[in-house]
């Protein structure tokens, strides 16, 4: 099994500290989980890199068509909109109980030019920006209760040690990494929309994830591993400024250039982020 | 890289495509060590200390008058940054070099000195007291431009004309001189900023960035960092302004001329770059990119003010992808040089290498010291322009960083690369050296920063992956990252860092001054920081009034 189930193994550390209260000012977005990289010496994730799709087992194929399903009055908005938000729920379920454990809401809003995330329970948000030819020009990240914003130019990520992929940013998940690391085990329909089921299984991790290629986005995704799955679901789509729920104003906070904050040490917001490592900190670190 | 709350069939990350690309067999053969490229004998060694005590014998102290002062400074270049700089400006050449028998330009100027750094009310300083020591002969206290130790950080109204601090640039222009600086960060920023500016807080670039740091400074009018540099009054105001820090000079109405889709972020409306022209009139201009740049006749021009990117200008390492081009840090340089030399009464030029602290605060070495030798390429050209006879070049650093060069590589050793010694009977080892544990290791390091490879609340041990956003670490449980199979040369590679920090620290140790020209000589010893300014001023042989 490849990339895919790593990137899902690093979700653990997340999924337990998404039900505790969001981070206080300056503690950084906690439970902001890693990649692929989790736990593992160089050497091997490099060869996972490069490792050719796995199979599934045959018990994760079957528990997909069922899976996906659209809420009741869901719709999805006029292919057409230019600017889209999107609305998810977390679950995170402990022993099999019905009852989830802990629930929250993600956000996306997705236009041509900007990709933005808010975690409902959380302090933080993110946004990635590109110019008119496609080229990502900036990324930020969002404190929404100290109305901070802090901003990356490609070169500060570039120090950094990371590029972006627009295709990758405004569909969640990266497609073409769901035939690497998955099977695809049924396929169902979500608003009327076709949607494809990938699945499959490794370190004892299962992972399934209903992917709508009609909208280049997962509708759902639950990751299972041993007693604790948690589980990401479309509940709304809309035209963005027909949403009932509004992007945070943003674009009205202080701004501070990622590259200064090692400077602002007479600020006790930054202080406190470089103490914790918060946002700045270990952006790529080796 | 969206974070998902599970963060989970989430693109590839970077430590993931870092690592491939590492584990390609050519990178393996790049860490083999580089020749040294003479025949080295007992007799050369001898015969090159024999020559170093003749030259140094032969130097006769310059102690004309300086008609031009150029004051260089690479912020939070150490000493161990230039070490690690020189050895990799002559591993890049075409023919590869090992390096450590290097010299940057700076280095083969004759007269060095330390520099303390500590300021008023810091152990470990940053950059705004340094350069007003620099700039004003005065030590003060952390975060304040240009105003001495009585004031009171961030508050406008302890700023007064008692405790401003009258700075080397402004003494020049009284004096009929012509003035410049340049810098890659914003123009704005506190280095090139204590030259010109006057404030109790170094974060108030815009009138934006007064009003939130402190709405009574705001309210009061206090002017921020771009207004004084365009309303600059001593003399005939500043020649040329080259560096980063658009968006402080336009108003939140008025779209970016480069970046598509941004505005400036005055709220006042004011556009400070027509303000400019509109000042300095004819001969006068603003230019924003690289053609702009080019266009600029430094037979015509007067009054220049060039602002090549919104905040900061690129790294070296990154310039070449930049959208509407920039000019490179020597390339400044050289124009400004060639503008300024126009008055016979002569300059004064700071010329500011911003960017190496940026690098190392992000733990990475690879754009630290690529700018780094940017900085000895601008001081080249300097020294090219400019007679020694008449002409004091300083280069120095405000502040050291917590960069390293550490263990027992052979000579020639890539110094991005992973520690290889020599072996018993003086053979370069095969093999990497190893820890403890086993693992290589790189020979540049952090004693603390983002690099730090321990398990935190979002990561486990090892290697990070972008965006890695803590709230705490558990520390490292299960010893370090094995780089074997990855290429620490490339860009993108953070050095490891022994304590986890968000972002990584100044240090306290001293730097170096390295001088040329008249008064040059006066450098000696370990000196204050604020004694760079006594050196220049004793060059020019500056007067200094009651109001001092
Ligand atoms: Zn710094």
């Known amino acids: 099994m490849g990339r895919i189930f790593r990137t899902i193994a690093a979700a653990a550390a997340v999924a337990a500290s998404a039900c505790s209260p969001g981070p206080q000012a300056g503690q950084g977005t906690g439970g902001q989980g890693g990649m692929a990289a989790r736990g593992r010496p160089a050497a091997d994730v490099a060869a996972d890199v490069a490792e050719p799709s796995g199979g599934a087992p045959a018990e994760a194929a079957g528990l997909a068509a069922t899976a996906v399903g659209a809420p009741s009055r869901f719709t999805w908005p006029d292919r057409a909109a230019a600017d889209v938000a999107f609305k998810w729920s977390v679950k995170r379920r402990v022993g099999g109980a019905a009852e989830p454990r802990c629930r929250w809401f993600w956000y996306m809003w997705r236009s041509e030019r900007r990709v933005e995330t808010l975690e409902s329970h959380g302090n933080s948000g993110e946004a990635w920006i590109r110019d008119s030819s496609g080229a990502i020009t900036g990324y930020e990240r969002h404190f929404h209760v100290e109305r901070k914003t802090i901003e990356y130019v490609p070169g500060d990520l570039a120090a950094v040690g990371t590029s972006a992929d627009w295709t990758r940013l405004a569909s969640v998940v990266d497609p073409s990494a769901l035939g690497r690391g998955l099977v695809l085990s049924g396929r169902a329909e979500f608003g009327g929309e076709p949607v494809e089921v990938w699945s499959g299984e490794s370190g004892g991790v299962a992972l399934e994830v209903g992917w709508c290629p009609g909208r280049q986005l997962p509708v759902r995704i639950t990751r299972t591993k041993g007693e604790e799955s948690l589980e990401m679901e479309l509940r709304d789509a809309r035209q963005a400024s027909g949403a009932p729920w509004s992007r945070p104003k943003s674009d009205r906070y202080e701004r501070t250039d990622f590259a200064d904050i090692g400077d602002r040490t ?13 946002v700045l900190g270990s952006i790529c670190s080796h | 890289m969206i974070r998902t709350p599970f963060r989970a069939a989430v693109h590839a990350s970077c430590a993931a495509a870092l690592l491939a690309i590492a584990a390609a067999p050519a990178a393996r053969a790049q860490d083999q060590p580089i020749a040294v490229p003479r025949a080295e004998s007992r007799d050369t060694w001898f015969a090159d200390g024999q020559r170093a005590v003749r030259d140094a014998r032969k130097l006769k102290p310059n102690v004309r008058k300086a008609k031009n002062v150029i004051l260089f400074v690479g912020d939070g270049m150490g000493i161990s940054t230039v070490t690690a700089a020189r050895i990799l400006e002559a591993q890049r050449r075409q023919t590869p070099a090992s390096g450590e028998e290097n010299q940057l330009s700076f280095e083969t100027f004759p007269y060095v000195a330390l520099s303390k750094t500590y300021q008023a009310n810091q152990q470990t300083s940053d950059s705004a007291p340094t350069m007003t020591a620099m700039v004003t002969g005065v030590k003060t206290e952390e975060g304040v431009l240009s105003i001495d130790q009585s004031v009171v950080h961030n508050d406008h109204t302890s700023a007064n004309a008692g405790n401003r601090l009258k700075t080397i640039l402004e003494m020049c222009e009284e004096k009929g001189m012509s003035t410049g600086v340049v810098s890659t960060a914003r123009i704005t920023h506190a280095t090139p900023a204590a030259c010109y500016a006057h404030t109790p807080a170094r974060d108030w670039e815009s009138d934006k960035d007064v009003a939130t740091f402190s709405p009574a400074a705001a309210a009061a009018g206090f002017p921020d960092i771009a207004r004084q540099l365009v309303e600059f009054d001593v003399g005939d105001g500043l020649e040329v302004a080259f560096g980063g820090g658009r968006s402080k ?36 201009s603003f230019v924003f990119d690289r053609d702009g740049f080019d ?13 090549f990117e919104r905040s ?17 840090l020597t390339e400044m340089t050289e124009k400004a040089v060639r503008i300024l030399q126009k008055n016979r009464k002569g300059f004064f030029l700071h010329v500011e290498s911003g960017r190496i602290d940026h690098a190392h605060h992000a733990g990475n070495a690879y754009r630290a010291l690529t700018d780094a030798i940017e900085l000895a390429n601008a001081v080249r050209k300097a020294a090219e322009l400019t007679n020694p006879a008449d002409t004091l070049i300083i280069v120095t650093a405000d502040h050291s960083h917590v960069f390293t060069i550490a263990g027992y590589p ?37 004693q603390n920063g983002p690099g730090y490879t321990g398990a935190s609340n979002a990561q486990a041990a090892g290697i ?9 670490y558990t520390g490292i449980a299960s010893g370090r990252p094995d780089l074997t199979a990855v290429d620490t040369k490339l860009p993108g590679f953070m050095q490891e860092a022994a304590v986890p920090l968000g972002s990584e620290t100044h240090a306290g140790e001293d730097v170096a ?26 060059a020019l042989r500056l007067k200094f009034g009651a109001g001092k």
């Open chain 1, 266 to 278: 007479t600020d006790p917001f930054f202080r406190r982020l470089i103490a914790s490592g918060g």
């Open chain 2, 249 to 284: 000079f336009l108003p939140s109405a008025a779209a970016d001329p480069e970046d598509d889709g941004r505005t400036g972020e005055r709220q006042d409306g004011r556009n400070l770059t027509t303000e400019w022209t509109d000042r300095f009139g004819e001969g006068s």
């Open chain 2, 295 to 307: 266009a600029i006749d430094p037979a015509d021009a007067t009054h220049v003010l060039g602002l």
């Open chain 2, 312 to 328: 900061h200008m690129e790294y070296e390492a990154d310039r070449a992808g930049d959208a509407g081009g920039e000019p490179s």
């Open chain 2, 410 to 446: 052979t000579r020639g050793n890539p110094i991005l690369g992973k520690v290889r010694g020599n072996l018993d009977g003086g053979v370069v080892n095969p093999n990497f050296d190893t820890d403890l544990l086993g693992l290589p290791y790189t020979t540049l390091g952090y």
């Open chain 2, 464 to 472: 990070k992956a972008f965006p890695h956003a803590p709230s705490s």
């Open chain 2, 513 to 538: 001054i390295y001088a040329t020209g008249p008064s040059a000589h006066l450098f000696q010893g370990v000196v204050e920081q604020n004694v760079i300014f006594h050196v220049m001023a004793d």
